[in-house]
């Protein structure tokens, strides 16, 4: 059960959390493009890197509740692949392809990038 609560817990953490930062996005920057999406599936794979990186260097079974809250509950909130999913269906339907090939190669992308970054400072940072 404690396991269930930790992961809800992060869930309502990282959901609310994407929700201010696509509120916020939409007011500074317009709804031209979904930037708020884009902002936290990139902002996120860099966390989740730094977060596996160090699990994977300072990590034990004694830290599964840190994985839990965090990348499970947290990082599983914050990011979304459903409404990246959707954004980019309802380009193709606007027959917007161009604009959705760019979203969707560069969330791609940088979100993969962002993750190896975020491992590669953790691992400086952490390993001894």
Known sequence: MTKLLLVAAGGAVGSVARY???VQALRLLGSAWPYGTFLVNVTGGFLMGVL??????RGNASHEPVRLLFAVGVMGGFTTFSAFSLETA???????????????????????????????????????
């Open 52 to 57: 596996a990186s160090w699990l994977a260097h």
């Open 20 to 22: 201010l930062v696509g």
């Open 90 to 128: 309802l380009m193709i339907q606007k027959r917007d392809y161009g604009q959705a090939f760019t979203y969707t190669a560069a969330s791609v992308l940088l979100s993969v990038a962002a993750l190896y970054a975020g491992m590669y400072i953790a691992r400086r940072m952490f390993a001894a």
